[in-house]
């Protein structure tokens, strides 16, 4: 599932955004141009939830905290990232 991913590192003084390629209830991958992510590292994170029938008319925003699993260069400045969430997501429309 595609969903459109925020993931702040540090004191949230830096901020990646991108699109997830792949997402479970356990963790997410998605890919950056953004160098400098490492394995083990803690992160933030907020995804944006579609509307969906018999859940919610709206958007919606799950947000938690997760950790960077994997870190792969994919071509020259491109970065495939997969990561676990270390707490259940909290929902909120």
């Not at 540090?10 to 990646?16: F, K, S």
């Not at 890919?31 to 919606?60: K, Y």
């Amino acid at each position: 599932m595609r969903l459109p991913i925020v993931i702040r590192r540090g004191e949230g003084l830096t901020v990646i955004q991108s699109v997830t390629s792949n997402i479970s209830t356990d963790g997410f991958y998605f890919e950056t141009n953004a160098d400098g992510l490492q394995t083990g590292e803690e992160v933030d994170l907020d995804l944006t939830l579609p509307p969906a029938d018999g859940v919610s008319a709206f958007e919606g925003r799950a947000s938690a905290a997760g950790e960077i699993t994997r870190v792969v260069r994919l071509g020259e400045a491109h970065f495939g990232v997969a990561g676990r969430f270390r707490k259940t997501l909290k929902l909120t429309y």
